[in-house]
Every structure is written in structure tokens, then in C-alpha cells.
């Protein structure tokens, strides 16, 4: 009879927030209302993708903005290949996001890799292989966090679905941008969710590429 009722209990506390664990209630509706935000974002970078395309950026950017194109420039090879990625490292998220198969682990401040409050949320790497818990720390929940927690839910989320990396932007500055390492910084990605995806683009990537005509 005990037992009977003890599975009764796991099955209706798991049914409430599934793939969400060890969490308080409060942070479980926090965690899934920041999931829900980075999937509608998700859904309109995905229908948006196709615009930034490098024959549609030359067609609404290039061209109406004066702007200068070299035919068979290396840089749009690069371009090409940033833009494909990107595009399939969103769609898998979403696709991931939305069938609703995400697990989530709060931790409290005294484990280990929350680093005294120092860490909001982390994934496992063992190697090149990423693990697909995304673990959350006492200061994700943090209001006073400098990044917003829809932002970092999806740089989580692009380590554990596609296994990005930590390259803090180091592949941009200077009036130019490594693009190979672009597509895969979770940093990049993360931008994504806080900005415009077009004036992001714009102002990282299309500027340099296409500097104005003198
Ligand atoms: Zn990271």
C-alpha cells in the first residue's frame, strides 16, 4: 500500500514540470517560462533565417546601402558557411526545445561547479561530447545578473543540444571577425536571443563585410 502510494506521489510531482528536477516550484515556473521565451525566439530566428541568406543581403543591404561587393570574395565563402551552421544550430534547438525533451537540474550554492554563487547555469563536456542535462545554479535566478536569464538559458542550451563553445567573442573585433569560430561560440548564439537578429547581424558581420563605398 505504501508503495502504491509512493509512486502515485512520483508520478504527480514529475507530471507538473517534466524534465524539470530538484528545483523549487518557483524556479521550475521560472526555468519553463525562460525556455518558453528562448522557443518563440527560436521559432521567429528560424522563419527569419532564410533573409539573411548572402544573395539576400546583398538584394536588402548591399545594394540599397551603397555598400561594396567583390565577386568571389574568400569572406563570403566564410559568410556562407556562418550562415548554414547558424541556421542548423537553431533549427535543432528548436526542434529539441519544442518536443519538450530538455532536462533541467537546479543545484543549490555549495556544489561544486556553481562556483560560490560565481556560475548561473552549466552543461557537461566530456571531450567533444556534451551532455544533454542543463544544470542550474542559485544565481541563474538572480535579478541583479548582468545577463538576462532567457540569454543565458539559450547559451545552456546551444552547449547541451549543439555543442558550442565558450569563445566569449573573441573571434570579433577590430573591424573584422573570424566566422568559422563565429558559428560555434555560444557567447555568439546567446546575442540571438537578446537582440534583433538583423541588427545584430548588421552591426557584427555585414558592416565589415560590406564596407561603404568612398
Ligand atoms: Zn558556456
Redesign the pocket.
Known sequence: MKKIICLFLLLATSTSFAGISNCTDGQAGEIAAAEKAVLLKLIKIEREWDNFRLDNVKKNFVIPQNRVWVNSNPRYVDYHHYWSELGATFSSMRQKVESGSVNYKCHSSWQLRCDKGKTMAYVLFLGNYSFKTVHICPAFFDPSNRQTRNGILL??LS?SIAGTE?LSLSWVGNGTADLRRGSKD?YHLQEFQDMNPQMLLMRTVWTWMFPKKK
Do not use: G, T
Open positions: 547559451h545552456e552547449h565558450d555560444a
